[in-house]
Protein backbone atom coordinates (compact mmCIF):
# COMPACT_ATOMS: atom_id res chain seq x y z
CA UNK A 1 0.00 0.00 0.00
CA UNK A 2 1.09 3.20 -1.04
CA UNK A 3 2.32 5.68 1.66
CA UNK A 4 -0.63 9.21 1.70
CA UNK A 5 0.54 11.97 0.23
CA UNK A 6 1.60 14.86 2.67
CA UNK A 7 -0.48 17.97 1.85
CA UNK A 8 0.46 21.62 2.51
CA UNK A 9 -0.58 24.64 2.58
CA UNK A 10 0.43 26.65 -0.84
CA UNK A 11 -0.33 30.16 -2.01
CA UNK A 12 -0.18 30.98 -5.63
CA UNK A 13 -1.43 30.90 -9.49
CA UNK A 14 -0.14 28.00 -11.72
CA UNK A 15 -0.69 28.93 -15.26
CA UNK A 16 -1.36 25.63 -16.84
CA UNK A 17 -1.39 24.78 -20.67
CA UNK A 18 -4.59 22.51 -20.64
CA UNK A 19 -4.09 18.99 -22.63
CA UNK A 20 -6.96 17.37 -25.55
CA UNK A 21 -9.00 15.44 -23.60
CA UNK A 22 -9.02 16.53 -20.25
CA UNK A 23 -11.54 18.20 -18.23
CA UNK A 24 -10.49 21.54 -16.20
CA UNK A 25 -10.62 19.22 -13.13
CA UNK A 26 -8.83 16.82 -14.31
CA UNK A 27 -6.12 19.45 -14.99
CA UNK A 28 -6.39 20.65 -11.53
CA UNK A 29 -6.63 17.55 -9.85
CA UNK A 30 -3.35 16.24 -11.20
CA UNK A 31 -1.67 19.66 -10.90
CA UNK A 32 -2.68 19.63 -7.29
CA UNK A 33 -1.23 16.14 -6.91
CA UNK A 34 2.11 17.10 -8.15
CA UNK A 35 2.30 20.23 -5.61
CA UNK A 36 0.86 18.22 -2.82
CA UNK A 37 -1.66 21.33 -2.41
CA UNK A 38 -4.34 21.74 0.42
CA UNK A 39 -6.65 23.42 -1.30
CA UNK A 40 -7.01 24.71 -5.22
CA UNK A 41 -9.30 25.77 -7.65
CA UNK A 42 -9.47 26.41 -11.22
CA UNK A 43 -10.43 29.60 -12.59
CA UNK A 44 -13.34 29.15 -15.10
CA UNK A 45 -14.15 25.72 -17.27
CA UNK A 46 -12.31 24.60 -20.36
CA UNK A 47 -14.29 22.01 -22.37
CA UNK A 48 -12.28 18.54 -22.90
CA UNK A 49 -12.13 19.69 -26.75
CA UNK A 50 -10.30 23.11 -25.90
CA UNK A 51 -6.49 23.27 -24.99
CA UNK A 52 -4.25 26.01 -23.59
CA UNK A 53 -4.39 28.38 -20.73
CA UNK A 54 -5.90 27.21 -17.84
CA UNK A 55 -5.07 29.43 -13.97
CA UNK A 56 -5.35 27.16 -11.28
CA UNK A 57 -5.52 29.27 -8.17
CA UNK A 58 -3.98 27.44 -4.40
CA UNK A 59 -4.60 28.56 -0.51
CA UNK A 60 -4.48 32.64 -0.47
CA UNK A 61 -5.09 32.66 -4.16
CA UNK A 62 -7.97 31.06 -4.65
CA UNK A 63 -10.32 34.19 -2.81
CA UNK A 64 -8.95 36.36 -6.44
CA UNK A 65 -10.33 33.82 -9.05
CA UNK A 66 -13.21 35.56 -9.54
CA UNK A 67 -11.08 38.46 -11.22
CA UNK A 68 -9.99 35.55 -13.91
CA UNK A 69 -13.67 34.09 -14.64
CA UNK A 70 -14.70 37.51 -15.33
CA UNK A 71 -11.65 38.73 -17.74
CA UNK A 72 -11.88 38.88 -21.30
CA UNK A 73 -10.81 36.23 -22.86
CA UNK A 74 -8.57 35.18 -25.84
CA UNK A 75 -9.10 32.14 -28.34
CA UNK A 76 -7.30 30.98 -31.18
CA UNK A 77 -9.97 29.05 -32.96
CA UNK A 78 -10.02 26.37 -36.18
CA UNK A 79 -13.68 26.50 -37.91
CA UNK A 80 -14.10 23.74 -40.66
CA UNK A 81 -16.29 25.33 -43.09
CA UNK A 82 -18.95 23.13 -45.32
CA UNK A 83 -19.98 20.95 -42.03
CA UNK A 84 -22.22 21.74 -39.43
CA UNK A 85 -22.70 18.72 -36.31
CA UNK A 86 -24.94 18.05 -33.68
CA UNK A 87 -22.75 19.55 -31.07
CA UNK A 88 -21.21 22.33 -33.11
CA UNK A 89 -18.07 21.20 -32.94
CA UNK A 90 -16.03 18.05 -33.68
CA UNK A 91 -17.05 15.39 -31.36
CA UNK A 92 -20.64 15.70 -33.33
CA UNK A 93 -22.10 13.83 -36.43
CA UNK A 94 -22.08 15.92 -39.42
CA UNK A 95 -25.88 16.73 -39.86
CA UNK A 96 -25.27 18.71 -42.70
CA UNK A 97 -22.82 19.10 -45.67
CA UNK A 98 -22.74 21.96 -48.21
CA UNK A 99 -20.07 23.01 -50.86
CA UNK A 100 -17.63 25.73 -49.37
CA UNK A 101 -17.62 28.72 -52.48
CA UNK A 102 -16.40 31.88 -50.31
CA UNK A 103 -13.17 34.00 -50.51
CA UNK A 104 -11.09 35.57 -48.01
CA UNK A 105 -12.85 39.45 -48.56
CA UNK A 106 -16.34 37.56 -47.86
CA UNK A 107 -15.10 35.78 -44.48
CA UNK A 108 -13.81 39.25 -43.57
CA UNK A 109 -16.99 40.79 -44.23
CA UNK A 110 -18.82 37.92 -42.19
CA UNK A 111 -16.31 38.32 -39.10
CA UNK A 112 -16.75 42.10 -39.00
CA UNK A 113 -20.96 41.66 -38.25
CA UNK A 114 -19.92 39.70 -35.41
CA UNK A 115 -17.42 41.79 -33.62
CA UNK A 116 -18.66 44.28 -30.97
CA UNK A 117 -22.04 43.49 -28.66
CA UNK A 118 -24.40 40.59 -29.66
CA UNK A 119 -26.77 38.00 -28.58
CA UNK A 120 -26.16 34.25 -28.37
CA UNK A 121 -27.82 31.64 -27.30
CA UNK A 122 -26.35 28.85 -25.42
CA UNK A 123 -25.66 25.55 -27.15
CA UNK A 124 -27.49 22.60 -25.77
CA UNK A 125 -23.99 20.66 -25.52
CA UNK A 126 -22.70 23.42 -22.65
CA UNK A 127 -22.10 23.06 -18.98
CA UNK A 128 -24.31 25.75 -18.48
CA UNK A 129 -27.17 24.97 -15.30
CA UNK A 130 -31.06 24.14 -15.79
CA UNK A 131 -33.04 23.41 -13.08
CA UNK A 132 -29.72 22.38 -11.49
CA UNK A 133 -28.28 20.14 -14.28
CA UNK A 134 -25.87 21.16 -16.94
CA UNK A 135 -27.59 21.70 -20.60
CA UNK A 136 -25.26 18.73 -22.42
CA UNK A 137 -27.22 16.15 -19.38
CA UNK A 138 -30.48 17.09 -21.05
CA UNK A 139 -29.13 16.97 -24.81
CA UNK A 140 -27.67 13.56 -24.10
CA UNK A 141 -31.00 12.87 -23.14
CA UNK A 142 -32.70 13.94 -26.82
CA UNK A 143 -34.30 17.15 -24.52
CA UNK A 144 -33.86 20.47 -26.40
CA UNK A 145 -34.43 23.37 -23.65
CA UNK A 146 -35.72 26.69 -24.30
CA UNK A 147 -32.43 28.88 -24.18
CA UNK A 148 -32.78 32.25 -24.06
CA UNK A 149 -30.30 34.74 -25.65
CA UNK A 150 -27.93 37.32 -23.75
CA UNK A 151 -25.20 40.11 -24.98
CA UNK A 152 -21.76 38.85 -25.09
CA UNK A 153 -18.64 41.28 -26.12
CA UNK A 154 -16.72 40.20 -29.10
CA UNK A 155 -14.10 42.68 -29.17
CA UNK A 156 -11.88 41.73 -31.90
CA UNK A 157 -11.86 38.64 -34.73
CA UNK A 158 -8.42 38.36 -36.78
CA UNK A 159 -7.70 36.02 -39.53
CA UNK A 160 -4.77 33.95 -39.00
CA UNK A 161 -5.46 31.34 -41.96
CA UNK A 162 -7.73 30.73 -44.87
CA UNK A 163 -6.94 27.09 -46.73
CA UNK A 164 -10.25 25.85 -47.32
CA UNK A 165 -12.61 24.33 -45.62
CA UNK A 166 -9.92 25.25 -42.54
CA UNK A 167 -10.63 28.69 -41.29
CA UNK A 168 -8.32 29.77 -38.49
CA UNK A 169 -9.17 33.01 -36.33
CA UNK A 170 -8.33 34.47 -32.96
CA UNK A 171 -11.37 36.14 -30.80
CA UNK A 172 -10.67 38.30 -28.13
CA UNK A 173 -14.32 38.39 -26.04
CA UNK A 174 -15.76 38.75 -22.88
CA UNK A 175 -16.57 35.98 -20.52
CA UNK A 176 -19.47 33.54 -21.02
CA UNK A 177 -19.17 33.83 -24.96
CA UNK A 178 -19.21 30.29 -27.06
CA UNK A 179 -16.75 30.20 -29.59
CA UNK A 180 -18.58 27.08 -30.52
CA UNK A 181 -21.93 29.27 -31.34
CA UNK A 182 -19.78 31.89 -32.67
CA UNK A 183 -18.01 29.37 -35.57
CA UNK A 184 -21.50 28.07 -36.08
CA UNK A 185 -23.09 32.01 -37.30
CA UNK A 186 -20.33 32.87 -39.11
CA UNK A 187 -20.87 29.67 -40.95
CA UNK A 188 -24.41 30.89 -41.44
CA UNK A 189 -23.03 34.21 -42.44
CA UNK A 190 -21.36 32.57 -45.45
CA UNK A 191 -24.07 30.35 -46.48
CA UNK A 192 -21.96 27.04 -46.41
CA UNK A 193 -22.21 26.42 -42.77
CA UNK A 194 -19.33 25.36 -40.44
CA UNK A 195 -18.46 23.50 -36.83
CA UNK A 196 -15.49 24.21 -34.69
CA UNK A 197 -12.74 21.61 -35.34
CA UNK A 198 -10.18 22.73 -32.52
CA UNK A 199 -9.85 25.53 -29.72
CA UNK A 200 -7.06 26.63 -27.70
CA UNK A 201 -7.36 29.45 -25.07
CA UNK A 202 -4.50 31.89 -25.11
CA UNK A 203 -5.12 34.35 -22.82
CA UNK A 204 -7.46 35.42 -20.01
CA UNK A 205 -7.27 38.72 -18.48
CA UNK A 206 -3.54 40.24 -18.09
CA UNK A 207 -2.48 36.33 -18.29
CA UNK A 208 -0.66 34.79 -21.39
CA UNK A 209 -0.29 30.96 -22.46
CA UNK A 210 3.20 31.78 -22.90
CA UNK A 211 3.87 31.67 -19.20
CA UNK A 212 2.03 28.38 -19.21
CA UNK A 213 3.43 25.15 -18.54
CA UNK A 214 2.55 21.21 -19.36
CA UNK A 215 1.47 18.93 -17.01
CA UNK A 216 4.21 16.80 -18.33
CA UNK A 217 6.72 19.73 -18.40
CA UNK A 218 5.26 19.35 -14.66
CA UNK A 219 5.34 15.99 -13.93
CA UNK A 220 9.20 16.17 -15.04
CA UNK A 221 10.18 18.76 -12.22
CA UNK A 222 11.41 18.08 -8.81
CA UNK A 223 9.08 19.45 -5.81
CA UNK A 224 11.24 22.75 -5.56
CA UNK A 225 10.93 23.53 -9.63
CA UNK A 226 7.43 23.17 -9.43
CA UNK A 227 6.65 25.11 -6.62
CA UNK A 228 9.04 27.74 -8.03
CA UNK A 229 6.11 27.95 -11.16
CA UNK A 230 3.74 29.34 -8.69
CA UNK A 231 2.99 32.92 -9.44
CA UNK A 232 1.78 35.40 -6.56
CA UNK A 233 -1.60 35.96 -5.83
CA UNK A 234 -1.98 39.31 -7.63
CA UNK A 235 -0.68 38.05 -10.60
CA UNK A 236 -4.70 37.69 -11.45
CA UNK A 237 -5.47 41.38 -10.61
CA UNK A 238 -2.18 42.74 -12.41
CA UNK A 239 -4.23 45.28 -14.76
CA UNK A 240 -6.19 46.62 -11.90
CA UNK A 241 -4.75 49.98 -10.17
CA UNK A 242 -2.67 50.08 -7.35
CA UNK A 243 -3.12 51.59 -4.15
CA UNK A 244 -0.44 51.24 -1.45
CA UNK A 245 -0.56 51.75 1.90
CA UNK A 246 1.93 52.71 4.74
CA UNK A 247 1.88 50.37 7.46
CA UNK A 248 -0.37 52.11 10.36
CA UNK A 249 -2.93 52.03 7.78
CA UNK A 250 -2.29 48.53 5.57
CA UNK A 251 -3.30 46.92 9.12
CA UNK A 252 -6.55 49.15 9.67
CA UNK A 253 -7.16 48.14 6.05
CA UNK A 254 -6.65 44.55 6.83
CA UNK A 255 -9.36 44.44 9.61
CA UNK A 256 -11.81 45.64 7.01
CA UNK A 257 -11.97 49.51 8.07
CA UNK A 258 -12.84 51.81 5.34
CA UNK A 259 -10.41 54.84 4.61
CA UNK A 260 -10.63 58.09 3.24
CA UNK A 261 -8.67 58.64 0.11
CA UNK A 262 -7.89 61.60 -2.52
CA UNK A 263 -7.87 59.01 -5.35
CA UNK A 264 -10.26 59.09 -7.90
CA UNK A 265 -13.43 56.33 -7.79
CA UNK A 266 -12.74 53.00 -9.27
CA UNK A 267 -14.50 49.75 -9.39
CA UNK A 268 -11.75 47.73 -8.94
CA UNK A 269 -8.07 48.13 -7.30
CA UNK A 270 -5.32 46.00 -5.48
CA UNK A 271 -3.90 47.05 -2.24
CA UNK A 272 -0.63 46.60 -0.91
CA UNK A 273 1.33 47.27 2.28
CA UNK A 274 4.65 49.67 2.31
CA UNK A 275 6.95 46.16 1.75
CA UNK A 276 7.13 45.75 -2.37
CA UNK A 277 5.50 42.39 -2.64
CA UNK A 278 3.18 42.90 0.57
CA UNK A 279 0.11 42.53 -1.20
CA UNK A 280 -3.32 42.43 1.65
CA UNK A 281 -6.28 42.23 -1.05
CA UNK A 282 -8.65 43.94 -3.44
CA UNK A 283 -10.78 46.86 -3.01
CA UNK A 284 -13.22 49.12 -4.94
CA UNK A 285 -13.15 53.35 -4.51
CA UNK A 286 -16.36 54.87 -3.74
CA UNK A 287 -17.31 59.05 -2.41
CA UNK A 288 -13.64 59.25 -1.59
CA UNK A 289 -13.25 56.17 0.24
CA UNK A 290 -11.17 52.90 -0.33
CA UNK A 291 -13.25 49.65 0.59
CA UNK A 292 -12.25 46.79 0.95
CA UNK A 293 -13.65 43.81 -0.85
CA UNK A 294 -11.35 40.18 -0.59
CA UNK A 295 -8.86 40.28 2.02
CA UNK A 296 -5.80 38.26 2.82
CA UNK A 297 -5.48 37.39 6.87
CA UNK A 298 -2.11 38.29 8.26
CA UNK A 299 -0.58 34.91 8.14
CA UNK A 300 -1.48 35.02 4.69
CA UNK A 301 -0.04 38.35 4.13
CA UNK A 302 3.37 37.18 5.90
CA UNK A 303 3.26 33.73 3.60
CA UNK A 304 3.37 35.48 0.38
CA UNK A 305 6.13 37.95 1.45
CA UNK A 306 8.33 35.24 2.62
Known amino acids: MQPRQVRRALHGVLLLDKPLGWTSNDALQKAKGLLRALKG ?29 DADKRYRATLHLGQR ?5 REGEVIEQREVHVDLAAIERACQRFQGTIDQRPPMHS ?56 AEDIGQALGCGAHLAALRRTGSGPLDLTQAVTIEQLGAMDEAA ?10 LLSNWPEVR ?21 APAVRVYGPQPRAFLGSAHISGGELIADRLLSPPEVQALLA
Open 226 to 235: REARLLPADV
Open 41 to 69: GHTGTLDPLATGLLPLCFGAATKFSQASL
Open 85 to 89: TSTAD
Open 127 to 182: ALKHQGRALYEYARDGIEVERPTRPVQIHRIDIVDWQCPLLVIDVICSKGTYIRTL
Open 245 to 265: LPDDEAGRFLSGLRRRTALAD
